[in-house]
């Protein structure tokens, strides 16, 4: 059911782009097996560029494998770095249509919403989105910074493993130095008290 809500959503996105379409539709009746971490969808590129599901026993013309992280880098934090971590096997050109195609896609969420609850209440609900959404980045940003200076600055109060193990052994010596001290003070003592 989620890899069916996934489609049509795409779909959707895919309808309003006829760019996005056309460029899919060159690959009509191929598969392209995508796999993020342990989720795996197979599509098949219709006729018209939008996209349908392909059972599981299917040979994939293409596999596009994604690290759930990479995903993420992708897709929210808009890294374009991430791309090189994506693995593909089989039909490159379809592969890289594919993503292309989906990294080119925009939702218009204020146009959808509007068509539901008016044009004046999906503006309003975008921008508060959008600002809520800007605050969580900076706010994470800002951790993120913040988290790393301490590290870097503060590393010298955090004693590592070498460290510990050598203030240890020097504790041993200066004990089993006091303990052969005291017991020379004790025989000085004794020597001086017989005399």
């Known amino acids: 059911m989620l890899d069916q809500l996934a489609i049509a959503s795409l779909n959707h996105l895919l309808r309003e782009a006829n760019w996005a379409r056309s460029r899919l539709a060159e690959f009509a009746d191929k598969v392209v097996r995508c796999e993020v971490g342990p989720v795996r969808a197979n599509l098949c590129v219709s006729p018209d560029g939008t996209l349908q599901p ?35 096997d089989g ?13 080119g896609l925009r939702w218009d969420v204020e146009e959808d919403l509007s068509r539901v609850i008016g044009d004046i ?10 600002n809520t959404f800007r605050w969580h980045s900076e706010l994470a940003h800002n951790l993120t910074r913040s988290i790393g200076e301490n590290v870097s600055e503060e590393r010298h109060m955090v004693a590592g493993r070498d460290a510990i193990t050598a203030f240890i052994q020097a504790v041993d010596a200066l004990r089993e130095d006091t303990d052969r001290l005291d017991k020379r003070i004790e025989r000085l003592m004794r020597k ?3 005399n």
């Open 54 to 88: 392909a059972t599981a026993d299917v040979v994939p013309d293409a596999t596009i494998r994604l690290r759930p992280f990479v995903a993420v880098r992708l897709a929210l934090l808009k890294d374009e770095s991430a791309r090189a971590d994506i693995d593909v």
């Open 91 to 103: 039909d490159t050109a379809l592969a890289g249509a594919l993503t292309r195609v989906l990294h």
């Open 121 to 130: 209440a999906a503006h309003r609900l975008v921008a508060a989105g959008r």
């Open 192 to 194: 001086h008290a017989e």
